[in-house]
């Protein structure tokens, strides 16, 4: 069994779309934890009613983003320990991370951002789609390197832009892709198929596809 660690800042819907796939596909995933930075958010009641440990680490209660780091950090290693390699998935985490904690995992942090990166990094990425007159949107899971939003891209899904689309319908509907995505591409990883190149290119092992059987 894969183990892997959810990070996530409030609504959780990211991570309920996880583990409800784990739970219906039968991965074999555990979902060892959840962390979450901010103690009001209602994924956690929803983690916390599936039985799964629940950690808070509060921003506010730390000097800066080291030490919050740190303890993050910890949390994440008594969830799960750092001798199992752990996946650390950021489920609509909206901190950033400082590259001493990115280090402590190289290559095992993952992020779903809601864009098609490299476009739109950042915020608000619905209304920037809106205001570049994008025709298409998407969501993009990526490994996270300490540069915000640049790291290996494993995986896109695409969703059309639609005529009188609001920043609410579009995110609406990247976030129905957004839960397909997610559960795929943690398939992948936690069956090793994905890997990242020296120039830091995510590689995805395409040898079970039927397209490369002879
Ligand atoms: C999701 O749309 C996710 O892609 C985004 O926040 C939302 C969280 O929703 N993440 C980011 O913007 C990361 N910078 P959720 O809590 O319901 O999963």
């Given at each position: 069994?894969?183990?892997?660690?959810?990070?996530?800042?409030?609504?959780?819907?990211n991570m309920?779309?996880?583990?409800?796939?784990?739970?219906?596909?039968?991965?074999p995933v555990e979902?060892?934890?959840?962390?979450?930075?901010?103690p009001?958010a209602?994924?956690?009641?929803?983690?916390?009613?599936k039985?799964?440990?629940?950690?808070?680490?509060?921003?506010?209660?730390?000097?800066?983003?080291?030490?919050?780091?740190?303890?993050?950090g910890?949390?994440?290693?008594e969830l799960?320990?750092?001798?199992?390699r752990?996946?650390?998935?950021?489920?609509?985490?909206?901190?950033?991370?400082?590259?001493g904690f990115?280090?402590?995992?190289?290559?095992?942090?993952?992020?779903?951002?809601?864009?098609?990166?490299?476009?739109?990094p950042?915020?608000?990425?619905?209304?920037?789609?809106?205001?570049?007159g994008?025709?298409?949107?998407?969501?993009?899971v990526h490994f996270?390197?300490?540069?915000?939003?640049?790291?290996?891209i494993?995986?896109?899904?695409v969703?059309?832009v639609?005529?009188?689309?609001?920043?609410?319908?579009?995110?609406?509907r990247?976030?129905?892709?957004?839960?397909?995505?997610f559960?795929?591409?943690l398939?992948?990883l936690?069956?090793?198929?994905v890997?990242?190149?020296?120039?830091?290119?995510?590689?995805?092992?395409?040898s079970?596809?039927?397209?490369?059987r002879?």
């Amino acid at each position: 069994f894969a183990r892997i660690v959810i990070l996530i800042s409030g609504r959780g819907s990211n991570m309920m779309a996880l583990v409800e796939a784990i739970e219906r596909q039968g991965l074999p995933v555990e979902v060892a934890g959840v962390v979450s930075n901010r103690p009001e958010a209602p994924g956690l009641a929803w983690a916390q009613g599936k039985g799964i440990p629940c950690r808070t680490v509060d921003h506010h209660q730390f000097a800066d983003r080291a030490a919050f780091d740190v303890a993050l950090g910890d949390a994440i290693d008594e969830l799960a320990p750092p001798s199992g390699r752990p996946w650390v998935v950021l489920a609509g985490f909206m901190r950033v991370l400082t590259e001493g904690f990115i280090a402590r995992y190289p290559d095992r942090i993952v992020n779903i951002h809601p864009a098609l990166l490299p476009a739109h990094p950042g915020l608000h990425t619905h209304r920037q789609a809106l205001r570049a007159g994008a025709l298409l949107h998407g969501a993009t899971v990526h490994f996270v390197t300490p540069e915000v939003d640049v790291g290996p891209i494993i995986a896109q899904a695409v969703v059309p832009v639609l005529t009188g689309d609001t920043e609410e319908k579009l995110a609406a509907r990247v976030l129905e892709m957004e839960h397909r995505l997610f559960p795929m591409v943690l398939d992948w990883l936690t069956a090793n198929r994905v890997t990242v190149s020296a120039e830091g290119r995510a590689l995805l092992d395409g040898s079970d596809h039927p397209s490369s059987r002879t």
